[in-house]
């Protein structure tokens, strides 16, 4: 970060051989040219911080992007599921509704074909 540099330390900046006169040296580089150096440190690491700030908040809204389309993918799946089974379950319902039909048309032909007599015969049979 910024350190404060004495008024010294501003004078030797300039003369050369200077080690403070590399830009790593001194993170504010505008620090001898305004007149509010301290300013300008602490802006420039406001600055810092904020794209810093911009970059998490961009990825955390990502991430939370991310959780809810899977939560909603989960819930789709769900619901696909679920009619899945309940297709299945109509199938076998309805199978089952034309198996009742044809056995109730078989039994209701089987009867109308008998004669009244073959039937008063079948019961005299039964009784003997």
């Known amino acids: 970060m910024c350190k404060k540099i004495s008024t010294a330390q501003r004078r030797d900046m300039g003369k050369p051989g200077n080690r403070s006169q590399s830009p790593d040296a001194n993170p504010c580089k505008a620090r001898k040219q305004h007149p509010y150096p301290s300013l300008v440190c ?64 078989e039994a209701r032909k089987s009867f109308f074909q008998q004669s009244p007599l073959d039937t008063r015969n079948a019961e005299k049979k039964s009784t003997v």
């Open 42 to 105: 602490w802006l420039r690491q406001a600055d810092t911080k904020l794209e810093d700030l911009r970059s998490a908040l961009q990825s955390a809204s990502r991430e939370a992007l991310e959780k809810k389309l899977r939560m909603e993918q989960k819930k789709a799946e769900t619901q696909i599921q679920q009619l899945h089974d309940d297709l299945e379950h109509e199938k076998a319902a309805r199978v089952e509704v034309e198996r009742l039909v044809r056995t109730s048309e």
